[in-house]
Nanobody, 123 residues
Framework: QVQLVESGGGLVQAGGSLRLSCAAS????????MAWYRQAPGKQRELVATVTSGGTTNYADSVKGRFTISRDNAKNTVSLQMSSMKPEDTAVYYCNANIRPSTKPWAAGSDYWGQGTQVTVSS
């Protein structure tokens, strides 16, 4: 069984910074892409940033230059450093990882999700 546990959400003023972290645990053979998504009230979940096992990153245009995604392969963690935050960044943020479980190392990876953490940016 694989679990993703997020931490670091909260309330921040516009222009401030916040760091989210996510740790994967359980029967893990390999973690492929790790990512952060977010979902604002009344909106669809959207991709924020991704990072491959090799460290290649991609960002949504709305967060480029403000957010930085990083991962620690040895610790099975992924983080999202958010700076110059805006009220429109307010959302529930979800950690996502494509993981090959140790029970089925030959199989293609499956997507796992964290429980979500609330981020609120006040104006």
């Amino acid at each position: 069984q694989v679990q993703l546990v997020e931490s670091g959400g909260g309330l921040v003023q516009a222009g401030g910074s916040l760091r989210l972290s996510c740790a994967a645990s359980g029967s893990i053979f390999r973690i492929n892409v790790m990512a952060w998504y977010r979902q604002a009230p009344g909106k669809q979940r959207e991709l924020v940033a991704t990072v491959t096992s090799g460290g290649t990153t991609n960002y949504a245009d709305s967060v480029k230059g403000r957010f930085t995604i990083s991962r620690d392969n040895a610790k099975n963690t992924v983080s999202l450093q958010m700076s110059s935050m805006k009220p429109e960044d307010t959302a529930v943020y979800y950690c996502n990882a494509n993981i090959r479980p140790s029970t089925k190392p030959w199989a293609a990876g499956s997507d796992y999700w964290g429980q979500g953490t609330q981020v609120t940016v006040s104006s």
